[in-house]
């Protein structure tokens, strides 16, 4: 089975600094990880996800996260904010299967506040 | 391309009465999933199917959840009776069928939060 530890609860930072949110996970098998983001009132959108290859994934809106399978980590980074960025983040990891079933198992969130 | 859509947006009722909620998937999304999502935590898989037969039901709470995904297309989940533990955003998804479906990416709709008093 998986689990998913997401660091940080809420990550308050100001509009144009760089932001880290940080995620470790837990499995005994091979992984395929993600980062949702949900904004207000809205459902979770997928940022990136790492299915295999270079460990640096770029995603949508300039986030970028680095697999780490020594650390087994994912952390979430934008080198720059904006406003707009307000938002739950979320880390999900599933293992790696060739049938149907996808069983993406979430952290708890991270809740980004981004002050003027 | 439509997003999913989910019904009601919003529920309240009191204990012990039962509810229903309604997804549309993304067309031609083979595979629907149905979240509960309380407060202050991540969501969490209640049942996914793959068209419309079942794929995982291990976490869904038998005596009081069901769900139906009739013709393969959009679902139903039900609560009956409600529990003030049920009030939470229930989260539909849906995500094309490919090989490797572990690696799909899930599409979200916007929940339905239901509150139960």
């Known amino acids: 089975a998986q689990s998913v530890t997401q660091l940080d609860s809420q990550v308050p930072v100001f509009e144009e600094a760089p932001v880290e949110l940080r995620c470790n996970y837990s499995s005994s098998v091979s992984v395929y990880l993600f980062w949702y983001v949900q904004y207000p009132n809205q459902g979770l959108q997928l940022l990136l996800k790492?299915?295999?290859?270079?460990?640096l994934v770029k995603g949508i809106n300039g986030f970028e996260a680095e697999f780490n399978k020594s650390q087994t980590s994912f952390h979430l980074r934008k080198p720059s904010v904006h406003i707009s960025d307000t938002a739950e983040y979320f880390c999900?990891?599933?293992?790696?299967?060739?049938?149907?079933?996808?069983?993406?198992?979430f952290g708890q969130g991270t809740r980004l506040t981004i002050n003027p | 391309e439509a997003g999913v859509a989910q019904s009601p947006r919003y529920k309240i009722i009191e204990k012990r009465q039962s509810v229903a909620f309604w997804c549309n998937p993304i067309?031609?999304?083979?595979?629907l999933y149905w979240y509960q999502q309380i407060l202050g935590q991540g969501p969490k898989l209640l049942i996914q199917?793959?068209?419309?037969?079942?794929?995982?039901d291990s976490q869904l709470p038998k005596d009081r959840f069901s769900a139906e995904r009739l013709k393969g297309v959009d679902s139903t989940l039900k609560i009956q009776p409600a529990k003030l533990e049920d009030s939470a955003v229930y989260l539909c998804a849906s995500s094309p069928r490919r090989q490797a479906a572990s690696a799909d990416t899930q599409y979200f709709g916007p929940g339905t939060r239901l509150t139960v008093l």
């Open positions: 999900a990891v599933t293992g790696h299967s060739k049938q149907g079933a996808q069983k993406l198992v």
């Open positions: 790492y299915l295999s290859g270079s460990t």
């Open positions: 199917f793959q068209n419309n037969g079942v794929v995982d």
């Open positions: 067309s031609g999304h083979a595979t």
